[in-house]
């Protein structure tokens, strides 16, 4: 017979132990046992699913890198996708998500605000020319970023020409390039109107983020309503819906027209470094905290649905 867990995370290396204490704290408040596999454990752990050894009823995927198939935490994913492990979230399901290119348009006919976005294919990336209607449309300057992007690699803010689509591609290879308009947030006081908000499980949080610092702190329930913030829960819900993701955020901002618009509009894998660890980039604590209780609670769900 198999050593059955409960549930089993990958070790992201950019989480603290605030966030994997309070999964682990969680699990055995709720009867669940539960794995951490760190980068020592993975390849052993990967060979004995494979022998059918170990079997996870639900696995939380913190790390695994959807561009690199030889990844060995991608690998553990997909293994554990074809034995119809329960994931937090599956790897067809994410990668679907995680396609800024492919998910855009979805956006748009669901009728969320997103930027203004030329997709250009990576055989097109060399002969490319932007048309002065183009041109007029993006507005100078303008934002360059991979389709599968993530950690702002490839990512170009001041964008001015067709030449700074070549130095994206050269600096993160990928099947489409997304040329948008440049947002810009108003601002309330000392902070920009940009939220990174997270979603696990129906749950939503919503965090102020300075897209200029890294700085975020939770958005108080007074300011929610003072600052009509209710579309925020609804794009967040659309996209979930859209997505079928269990547990992501996204990000967005509102104009100086009053407009919330989708950012940044599927990020899994969530980075839950905590500000106790890190001051200047942490998540707030107390979100951080709240998510691994509502994770834990939703690997329960998955567990009970399937029995």
């Known amino acids: 017979m198999p050593r059955v867990y409960d549930l089993v995370m990958t070790h992201k290396l950019d989480a603290?132990?605030?966030?994997?204490?309070?999964?682990?704290?969680?699990?055995?408040?709720?009867?669940?046992?539960?794995?951490?596999?760190?980068?020592?454990?993975?390849?052993?752990?990967?060979q004995a699913m494979a022998r059918g050894e170990v079997w996870p009823r639900v696995l939380?995927?913190?790390?695994?890198?959807?561009?690199r198939p030889d990844d060995p935490y991608t690998r553990l994913v997909r293994l554990a996708a074809e034995k119809q492990v329960e994931l937090i979230?599956?790897?067809?399901?994410?990668?679907?998500?995680?396609?800024?290119?492919r998910f855009h348009p979805r956006l748009m006919?669901?009728?969320v605000h997103v930027p203004h976005t030329i997709v250009?294919?990576?055989e097109g990336v060399p002969e490319f020319r932007l048309t002065e209607q183009q041109k007029a449309d993006l507005g100078y300057p303008f934002v360059i970023k991979p389709s599968l992007g993530y950690g702002r690699r490839g990512v170009i803010m001041n964008a001015?020409?067709?030449?700074?689509?070549?130095?994206?591609?050269a600096d993160w290879p990928d099947s489409d390039y997304l040329l948008q308009r440049r947002m810009v947030a108003r601002s309330v006081?000392?902070?920009?109107?940009?939220?990174?908000?997270?979603?696990?499980?129906?749950?939503?949080?919503?965090?102020?983020?300075?897209?200029?610092?890294?700085?975020?702190?939770?958005v108080t329930p007074q300011e929610f309503a003072?600052?009509?913030?209710?579309?925020?829960?609804?794009?967040?819900?659309?996209?979930?819906?859209?997505?079928?993701?269990?547990?992501?955020?996204?990000?967005?901002?509102?104009?100086?027209?009053?407009?919330?618009?989708?950012?940044?509009?599927?990020?899994d894998q969530c980075h839950m470094l905590s500000q106790s660890a890190s001051p200047e980039i942490g998540v707030p604590n107390e979100v951080v905290e709240a998510i691994a209780h509502r994770l834990v609670e939703g690997a329960l769900e998955l567990i009970r649905n399937r029995r």
């Not at 939380?60 to 561009?67: A, D, Q, V, Y």
């Not at 001015?160 to 591609?169: I, Y």
């Not at 902070?191 to 300075?210: C, E, L, M, Q, T």
């Open 226 to 267: 003072d600052l009509g913030l209710k579309p925020l829960e609804q794009i967040t819900r659309t996209i979930a819906s859209l997505s079928r993701m269990r547990f992501f955020s996204t990000e967005i901002l509102q104009t100086a027209e009053g407009t919330f618009v989708a950012i940044d509009y599927v990020n």
């Open 160 to 169: 001015t020409s067709e030449g700074d689509l070549a130095k994206s591609a």
């Open 120 to 122: 250009v294919p990576k």
């Open 60 to 67: 939380l995927n913190m790390h695994s890198e959807h561009h």
């Open 109 to 111: 006919e669901a009728g």
């Open 189 to 218: 006081g000392e902070w920009p109107v940009y939220f990174r908000v997270y979603h696990a499980f129906g749950s939503i949080w919503y965090d102020w983020w300075n897209c200029y610092t890294d700085r975020s702190r939770p």
């Open 89 to 101: 979230d599956p790897p067809d399901v994410a990668q679907a998500a995680f396609n800024k290119a």
């Open 16 to 46: 603290d132990d605030l966030f994997i204490h309070r999964i682990q704290q969680h699990c055995a408040r709720l009867g669940l046992n539960f794995f951490l596999i760190e980068p020592v454990w993975v390849d052993a752990f990967h």
